[in-house]
């Protein structure tokens, strides 16, 4: 059963327009999620993350969106860069638990 | 970046033999976890520790065991493997403190023949 669901598992978008990875969950238990980045050969870093409390989190060019009554989140990367190309994962834990769900994985390329 | 260190980074060995994969940290952090990571499965615990000699098994723990006699290391083992454990093994650490993001290592690729 998969708690954490990234459907798409790349996206193409051109250098300076915005990227949209989107991620749903079922687990209504789950107040605290996460995004990560990956690139090849190395270990997720940490992007952003956001609380339940709130429904946006900003962080430079990173914006992190929730909707808790669709258990739906999204990350808005804006403008897009070259550097973006990756594979990003979003997450989700129960705070305090200490554990992390994570989503499969979109392969974002951005181009020229 | 935090300080956590994976080894060996790559490794190849047969079915049936035992493997064991170290995590190494640097921050003191109390919580350390190891994943896998294989293609439309995203990252999955296998299992997790809250503190020297604690451990706990995460969502896909068969044919893994774990130890933490220090809190500096992590240990993975795999008994016997086999080639259903190929994939690529990463630890991550994190503050025991609510909120905070878990940090990864590079990773080990390991395959199993």
């Known amino acids: 059963d998969q708690q954490v669901k990234q459907n798409s598992p790349s996206l193409s978008v051109q250098e300076g327009r915005i990227s949209i990875l989107n991620c749903d969950y079922t687990?209504?238990?789950?107040?605290?999620f996460l995004w990560y980045k990956k690139y090849p050969a190395e270990g997720p870093t940490f992007l952003i993350s956001i609380s339940s409390i709130k429904d946006k989190n900003e962080d430079g060019r990173f914006t992190v969106f929730l909707n808790k009554s669709a258990k739906h989140l999204s990350l808005h990367i804006v403008p897009s860069q070259p550097g973006d190309s990756a594979v990003y994962f979003c997450?989700?834990?129960?705070?305090?638990?200490?554990?992390?769900?994570f989503g499969q994985g979109t392969r974002l390329t951005i181009n020229p | 970046d935090a300080g956590i260190t994976q080894s060996p980074r790559h490794k190849v060995t047969e079915t049936g033999t035992p493997v064991t994969l170290r995590c190494h940290q640097t921050e003191n952090h109390r919580y350390m976890y190891w994943y896998r990571q294989d293609p439309g499965h995203g990252l999955r615990l296998i299992h997790y520790s809250y503190g020297v000699k604690d451990t706990d098994k995460g969502e896909v723990s068969d044919g893994y065991s774990v130890s933490r006699s220090k809190t500096e290391d992590f240990l993975l083992t795999l008994e016997s493997a086999t080639s259903s454990q190929t994939s690529v093994y990463f630890c991550?650490?994190?503050?025991?403190?609510?909120?905070?993001?878990?940090?990864f290592g590079d990773g080990t690729r390991l395959s199993i023949l």
């Open positions: 997450a989700a834990t129960i705070q305090g638990a200490q554990k992390l769900v």
């Open positions: 687990n209504s238990m789950f107040d605290y």
């Open positions: 991550a650490i994190s503050e025991n403190r609510s909120n905070q993001p878990q940090h």
